[in-house]
């Protein structure tokens, strides 16, 4: 199996169908699983990915007994992850799965054997509300300035790694939109493609202000500590 598709989804039924139709058919030319990551969704995000399931083979449904949050789910995604490389994509629809072959024509570019590369999604044209791009810009603002990890756009959903080593990263609540960093810190490469971001057609979003702003202050500055304190040991046995 070439890659591993990871969608964290939380209430996400009216959007979630068409979402997985565009990954087939986005990926036809690739050998791939789509590992379906319901984080306890209170909807009925569950009940349509079970008929979705009856007629696509290449599904998994992995449920959250209780709700974890994104990064959790992401990473829960990884751990079940079959295939070496993994490409992550939100379950909102707004990321467009017509880049994810893009993600990993770029990687094949880097060499498929180098294990430390991250390729990013970054969205230059945001389809967002005034309020998500601005509290978004500031926030990217404050994390270059202070992690310096050189993405453009690190809370992008699309990205594609290899399993084994987002597995070694540290990982905590909102993981999810610090993984450059976290590459930099532990020895890794950043790629960053500039991929396609759409407007929501269904449903509404997990994120606002309060809960992507604020937030996102204190776990910079807990990032800023573990790049501080990381290192990557060259060795050699004798």
Same mark, same amino acid.
Request: hydrophobic share 35%; glycine share 6%.
């Given at each position: 199996?070439?890659? $591993?598709? #990871?969608?964290? #989804? ?9 979402l ?7 990926l /036809? ?28 083979? /290449? ?5 959250h ?9 992401? %990473? ?32 094949? /570019?880097?060499? /498929? ?17 005034f309020?998500k791009?601005?509290? $978004? ?8 300035k202070?992690?310096k ?17 987002f597995?070694?990263? +540290? ?7 610090? #993984? ?7 020895g ?5 493609i ?5 407007? %929501?057609q ?12 604020w937030?996102?202050? +204190?776990?910079?500055f ?6 501080? %304190?990381?290192?990557?040991t ?5």
């Amino acid at each position: 199996m070439d890659l $591993s598709v #990871v969608v964290p #989804v939380f209430n996400e039924c009216e959007s979630i169908e068409l979402l997985i139709d565009e990954i087939t058919f986005s990926l /036809k030319d690739i050998n791939y699983e789509i590992v379906i990551v319901d984080d306890n969704s209170s909807d009925n995000t569950l009940t349509t990915l079970d008929l979705i399931k009856s007629k696509n083979k /290449k599904i998994r449904i992995i449920k959250h007994k209780q709700n974890y949050g994104q990064s959790f789910a992401v %990473r829960t995604g990884v751990r079940c992850a079959k295939a070496k490389w993994v490409a992550t994509i939100d379950g909102d629809g707004q990321n467009d799965p017509a880049d994810i072959p893009n993600l990993y024509y770029a990687l094949l /570019k880097e060499n /498929k054997s180098n294990l430390n590369v991250l390729i990013a999604g970054n969205r230059k044209k945001r389809r967002d509300s005034f309020l998500k791009k601005i509290s $978004s810009k500031y926030a990217n603002k404050i994390r270059a300035k202070i992690l310096k990890d050189g993405a453009p756009d690190t809370g992008c959903g699309l990205k594609l790694f290899s399993r084994d080593f987002f597995l070694e990263l +540290p990982h905590f609540n909102h993981m999810h939109r610090y #993984v450059p960093a976290l590459y930099v810190a532990n020895g890794g490469k950043v790629v960053s493609i500039e991929v396609n971001h759409r407007y %929501r057609q269904k449903g509404f979003s997990k994120y606002g202000f309060n809960n992507r702003f604020w937030v996102g202050i +204190p776990d910079i500055f807990g990032v800023r500590w573990l790049q501080r %304190r990381s290192k990557v040991t060259n060795y050699e046995e004798i």
